[in-house]
């Protein structure tokens, strides 16, 4: 399986603040996802990360509030900007691995509590 | 789009028990896999399983694309076997490329 390192695992931020999260990943890939996880819910797919090209949001999602970095092929950045408790969330980011084909795997999460 | 139902939503055992969790979608799909999040909230892809069958222990699945659902087997089930399962189904666009969509999960509470 893919390791997948993600950071911060967990924080507590002030409103109206931004937090910048990191995914590492241990090999080369194409395309990187974020995912976020709202409290008690599933899983919602904010944007793909392409390198060298811009991320792909979903609905709902924009570029101001979720922007999102992808300088190589093992990293990538999400940005929650201006936020409010309504970001509160878990954030994934995962990856397709060649082998075996086709299987998702995820990082470990990033616990964000906005206050 | 694709719509992902999962049942039961809730699902309580007691060790050793078995149990049957069902994943209906309502289009074609490209794959299925089959997700357990942990309760410290980790997500490990438990099965890739675009059709047919396949048994990884005491977890086996099957998916019947023809008729668009999906079953994940517990046998013997043990308390580290609680959390959340999900589906996730892949499905391509015209104008987008391919998406996971996740179902809303089962919430499986396994007592000794």
């Known amino acids: 399986s893919a390791v997948i390192s993600q950071k911060p695992s967990r924080d507590i931020c002030q409103r109206g603040t931004s937090l910048t999260i990191q995914c590492q990943v241990d090999s080369q890939v194409t395309m990187m996802f974020w995912y976020r996880q709202q409290p008690g819910q599933s899983l919602t797919l904010i944007a793909t990360?392409?390198?060298?090209?811009?991320?792909?949001?979903e609905s709902g999602f924009v570029i101001d509030k979720f922007p999102i970095s992808r300088p190589n092929l093992t990293f990538s950045t999400l940005t929650v900007s201006n936020m409010s408790p309504e970001d509160s969330s878990i954030y994934l980011c995962s990856v397709y691995r060649v082998l075996p084909p086709g299987k998702l795997f995820f990082g470990s999460g990033t616990q964000l509590s906005v206050l | 789009g694709i719509q992902v139902e999962q049942s039961p939503p809730d699902l309580i055992l007691q060790e050793g028990a078995n149990s049957t969790l069902r994943c209906n979608f309502s289009d074609s799909v490209n794959n299925l896999q089959w997700f357990h999040q942990n309760p410290w909230g980790q997500l490990i892809n438990l099965f890739y399983?675009?059709?047919g069958t396949k048994q990884n222990g005491r977890l086996s699945a099957t998916t019947v694309a023809t008729e668009r659902y999906s079953l994940l087997y517990i046998s013997s089930s043990q308390t580290t076997d609680s959390g959340v399962y999900f589906c996730a189904v892949e499905t391509s666009g015209e104008t987008s490329g391919s998406r996971l969509t996740f179902g809303e999960g089962t919430q499986l509470t396994v007592n000794p």
């Open positions: 399983i675009p059709s």
């Open positions: 990360a392409n390198q060298g090209s811009e991320a792909t949001y």
